[in-house]
């Protein structure tokens, strides 16, 4: 069935370190992948996203890379800072379920100053 | 801002009543999605419109029905309300198989 998953509930950074945020997922369909921000109190904001097709996606201070044969893709932010502080949440799309996308359980990022 | 507008921000209602929360999608974006997010569950997908049409499924309760309006903005009609039933409830708008981009969101409290 389609499910995806955190490894890491919470991960603890310092300001300035990279951040890694991995996610497992089951479904081999799934063709997109998106990566979500969200803060105390907001919905949750696009970060990146990727598709099948790519194993990896640059944004602005941020990485996504898909590893499609163990079905594991991760979030890496650069120069991490206090206002990265947020739960991120994978999220898949198979393509053939129209949009609906299907949330991991999400990763709580606390950046130290 | 994603430019998703959800209306009302907070909701408090008591068991058996019945509730609707409004969505305006972005400008241009003929899908909306509604989502339900609760501690136990997390993100939940619920239903999807697109441009007036019912188009995807989710977990979405009996109790509960949505439509989409010609003009593309959409609402979530909530009824019977149980205490389960408080969580925070997102809309998102996009197209078909594209990004999706999420409301603020609207918090019911069923007391």
């Known amino acids: 069935g389609e499910s995806v998953g955190l490894h890491l509930p919470t991960l603890s950074v310092q300001e300035g370190d990279n951040s890694i945020i991995n996610c497992a997922y089951s479904?081999?369909?799934?063709?997109?992948f998106i990566w979500y921000k969200q803060e105390s109190g907001k919905g949750p904001q696009f970060i990146i996203d990727i598709r099948s097709n790519m194993d990896k996606r640059q944004g602005q201070r941020v990485t996504v890379l898909l590893n499609k044969t163990v079905k594991h893709l991760s979030l890496q932010i650069a120069a991490t800072q206090p206002g990265d502080s947020a739960v991120y949440f994978c999220?898949?799309?198979?393509?053939?379920?129209?949009?609906?996308?299907?949330f991991g359980q999400g990763t709580i990022l606390t950046v130290h100053p | 801002d994603s430019g998703v507008t959800q209306t009302p921000k907070h909701l408090i209602t008591a068991t058996g009543q019945r509730v609707t929360l409004r969505c305006s999608p972005r400008?241009?974006?003929?899908?909306v999605y509604w989502y339900q997010q609760s501690l136990d569950q997390g993100l939940q997908f619920l239903i999807q419109?697109?441009?007036?049409?019912?188009?995807a499924k989710g977990n979405i309760l009996e109790r509960f029905s949505a439509q989409q309006f010609p003009d593309l903005h959409s609402e979530l009609n909530l009824s019977s309300l149980e205490l389960g039933d408080s969580a925070l409830y997102f809309c998102?708008?996009?197209?078909?198989?594209?990004?999706?981009?999420f409301g603020p969101g609207t918090r019911l409290t069923v007391l």
């Open positions: 479904n081999s369909a799934s063709d997109y």
């Open positions: 419109y697109y441009n007036g049409e019912e188009r």
């Open positions: 999220a898949e799309n198979t393509g053939t379920s129209y949009g609906k996308l299907t």
């Open positions: 400008s241009g974006d003929l899908s």
């Open positions: 998102a708008s996009g197209q078909n198989t594209d990004t999706q981009y």
